[in-house]
């Protein structure tokens, strides 16, 4: 199994920055190579992509809406993915997921966090 667990949420003011965190755990974690990803809900809204990661760290991905102000990266040594959130804007707030996926199985993700709560203020 694996278990994976978010930091680092909270409010800002539009125009600021956060950086999420997300600590992944579990034998199958380790054992995998596994690519990463976050994910967001707005109130009302379904589950949308944000960014994703591959197990290498080589190559990423991202929604138009976030390309040029959110970097994904990750540190394979701590097991840990983030979430740089720059010019933050009240249109992203939501709750942030992350979720991780083994090899060969594209977008489809096997894996999720709880979640944590971005709040941007206008």
């Known amino acids: 199994q694996v278990q994976l667990a978010e930091s680092g949420g909270g409010l800002v003011q539009a125009g600021g920055s956060l950086r999420l965190s997300c600590a992944a755990s579990g034998r199958t974690f380790s054992r995998y190579f596994m690519g990463m990803g976050w994910f967001r809900q707005a109130p009302g809204k379904e589950r949308e992509f944000v960014a994703a990661?591959?197990?290498?760290?080589?190559?990423?991905n991202y929604t138009d809406s976030v390309k040029g102000r959110f970097t994904i990266s990750r540190d394979n040594a701590k097991n840990t993915v983030y979430l740089q959130m720059n010019s933050l804007k009240p249109e992203d707030t939501a709750v942030y997921y992350c979720?991780?996926?083994?090899?060969?199985?594209?977008?489809?993700?096997?894996?999720w966090g709880q979640g944590t709560q971005v709040t941007v203020s206008s």
């Open positions: 979720a991780a996926v083994h090899p060969g199985r594209g977008s489809q993700y096997d894996y």
């Open positions: 990661i591959h197990w290498s760290g080589a190559s990423t």
